[in-house]
């Protein structure tokens, strides 16, 4: 009698590794410079090479890879021996495309479809929460106008209105008052601002405290919590104006010590890990919870199924040992073989974007001064220029290609000294209509000199 098979043994991480990475902002350049350094690296491929950072650091691929032609993709990667595909944004994770590309040989880092709704549909989020009771704001889905309407004036308060699609981290409106929620909502489900992204809008009530962006690594049974990051969405300073993808993050940040990191670890994260594997869904990948600090404890706001923009810029600052050893035993479930540490000192990221972000904004403007910031880098307080928005014209110069455009990155002994040499490197960037907050981890800063905001 034939022998009973037993379950394939996982790949070991090749010790020549050939990585595709998806993705063109600066995340993906974050990124790519941190699996540049691994000794495993082999080729590195892109699929978004007109990034003016990206591009020094790979190779670009050969023909423009559609996401939604799995059969191109597939091919190329087999033609390729691409051994790691590494997936930065989440729209082709809600797509699929792990689950794509995956084989016995070829490793994706990144969740497959069903796990990626997580970030994908709002509304399937607050279900998985609401069956593993994760602590967050109470909220009612709506996808007509007129029953959005009428809950919002029976509320008679602050409230928030969310896209419960993808929409680039703007679909989102914090309001105050009851015209200010009819305004959003118009804007969502009669305008169609946010397109197909908010045909559903969730109404949430308002949470008092500050965010904490909590990323952890999750291989289907182990998870590994990262050094906690707070972001910065509004794009003015003192937290005012609309919400964005992100102008700046730092981390390690005081606000989440190891006893709050226990609780978000034990309230939160192992309940929604384990309420999807009770649905037969397995994540594997970059678990993002966006907290706030209530008085009451921490509830999430959202999560997201990749690494964040721009948190993943300080965190690969940061981060010690081999990126793609990292990524690999995420994804064949062996995390526990691997150790992750991070340098002692504080990463700032302070994002510059274009004049009329986020709303509408000119680009090919021509960036100078990148040379004069780079040369205040010093082995002690090193600053990193992570591209986010930035292509080179056929002229041959570097200019300006998106909402936000460059992510300028210093570490430091303390947090305000990190600050204040990012600010410094950007005071030495100049492009037509720049813009940045100067008071990244202001907050922070105040509250531990005792002055009040």
């Not at 570490?411 to 990244?440: K, M, P, V, W």
Request: glycine letters at 10%; aromatic letters at 6%.
């Amino acid at each position: 009698m034939a022998k009973p098979k037993g379950p394939k043994k996982p790949r070991a991480c090749p010790a020549t590794c050939n990585v595709l990475l998806i993705g063109g902002g600066g995340r993906e350049h974050a990124l790519a410079w941190k699996l540049k350094q691994s000794p495993r690296l082999g080729k590195l491929w892109l699929t978004d090479p007109g990034n003016g950072g990206l591009a020094r650091l790979g190779q670009p691929c050969p023909v423009k890879m559609d996401m939604s032609n799995v059969f191109q993709m597939t091919r190329w990667c087999d033609k390729n021996d691409i051994d790691l595909v590494v997936v930065g944004p989440e729209a082709p994770l809600a797509a699929g495309i792990a689950d794509a590309l995956r084989t016995d040989r070829r490793m994706v880092f990144g969740p497959g479809k069903d796990a990626a709704q997580l970030e994908a549909d709002k509304a399937y989020a607050k279900q998985i929460m609401r069956q593993a009771a994760v602590p967050t704001a109470e909220s009612k889905s709506f996808a007509d106008a007129e029953s959005a309407m009428q809950y919002i004036e029976w509320r008679d308060g602050p409230c928030v209105v969310k896209a419960t699609g993808l929409a680039a981290g703007k679909g989102v409106s914090v309001c105050e008052t009851v015209e200010e929620a009819k305004q959003a909502v118009n804007a969502m489900l009669v305008d169609q601002q946010f397109g197909d992204a908010g045909e559903k809008i969730l109404i949430e009530e308002k949470l008092s405290g500050q965010e904490v962006s909590v990323l952890a690594l999750v291989d289907g049974k182990t998870i590994w919590v990262l050094d906690p990051c707070q972001d910065h969405k509004p794009v003015n300073e003192g937290d005012t104006g609309p919400n964005t993808g992100g102008m700046g993050a730092y981390c390690p940040t005081p606000l989440a010590d190891d006893a709050l990191l226990a609780d978000v670890e034990r309230l939160i994260l192992v309940p929604t890990i384990d309420a999807m594997r009770r649905s037969g869904v397995e994540y594997r990948g970059v678990l993002y919870a966006g907290l706030m600090l209530t008085p009451g404890g921490p509830k999430v706001l959202e999560f997201n199924c990749r690494f964040g923009d721009p948190e993943c810029q300080p965190l690969m600052a940061r981060l010690k040992g081999d990126l793609i050893e990292i990524l690999w035993a995420t994804c064949i479930g062996r995390l526990r073989d691997v150790e992750i540490d991070f340098d002692d000192r504080v990463a700032c990221c302070v994002v510059m974007c274009s004049g009329g972000y986020p709303g509408p904004y000119e680009k090919g403007k021509p960036i100078t001064g990148l040379d004069d910031a780079a040369a205040m880098s010093t082995d002690d307080e090193p600053i990193h220029l992570f591209h986010a928005g930035t292509t080179v014209n056929h002229e041959g110069t570097l200019v300006t290609h998106g909402g936000r455009v460059l992510g300028v990155t210093a570490l430091a002994a303390d947090l305000a000294t990190a600050r204040d040499r990012a600010n410094a490197a950007c005071e030495q960037i100049h492009f037509e209509g720049s813009h940045y907050r100067r008071d990244i981890g202001d907050r922070v800063l105040k509250q531990a000199s005792g002055v009040s905001r």
